[in-house]
């Protein structure tokens, strides 16, 4: 198949305007989603207490449900002390809620001229907050927890189940202002 370059004005207008359209309509799909979330009841009653533990290894995923058509699949994410995700844009929608313990989630600015992600703030997540991000290189984050006690998340992504592991993190390159 080939490929025809975007030289035109008129493709390039076309291409902006569906970029736009599609960030218009996640936009709308995770306010509604968000309003869901909070309106969902307490989570954490669904996950059995065997499952809480987590793995000393890496944060552990457990699915909750996957749509039988592909469209979603919803994850509670159990994280350790210490344990934290890499730094990742998404490329799929997401919105996550803290059901227990407290995440730590840095993000990340992309440089488009160095082709890297540069630590620009934190934020502590609390129990009931909920967080949710479009497909892209507009938010980039670091999540994990920091804190002394199992932290318990219920994640919601906008692919199917067998595209949990390869289909949502966009890895990226990073650097904290920092370090250098």
Request: glycine content about 8%; overall charge neutral.
């Amino acid at each position: 198949m080939s490929s025809i370059q975007l030289a035109g004005g008129g493709l390039q207008s076309l291409c902006a305007s569906v970029q736009s359209a599609q960030l218009n309509a996640a936009r709308a799909l995770l306010r509604d989603l968000a309003a869901s979330v909070a309106s969902a009841g307490d989570m954490l009653q669904n996950l059995p207490a065997e499952l809480r533990a987590g793995r000393a290894e890496s944060y552990t995923r457990h699915i909750a449900y996957a749509d039988p058509h592909g469209a979603f699949t919803m994850a509670y994410l159990i994280w350790r002390p210490g344990q934290f995700s890499p730094v990742h844009a998404h490329k799929t929608w997401c919105t996550y809620q803290v059901l227990q313990g407290e995440l730590t989630e840095t993000h990340y600015r992309w440089d488009q001229e160095s082709a890297v992600a540069q630590a620009c703030g934190t934020v502590t997540r609390r129990p009931g907050d909920i967080v949710t991000a479009t497909q892209g290189l507009r938010q980039i984050h670091r999540l994990g927890n920091a804190g002394p006690d199992i932290a318990v998340s219920l994640h919601i992504y906008g692919v199917a189940r067998d595209d949990l592991c390869t289909g949502v993190n966009h890895l990226v390159d990073s650097v904290n202002p920092s370090t250098g």
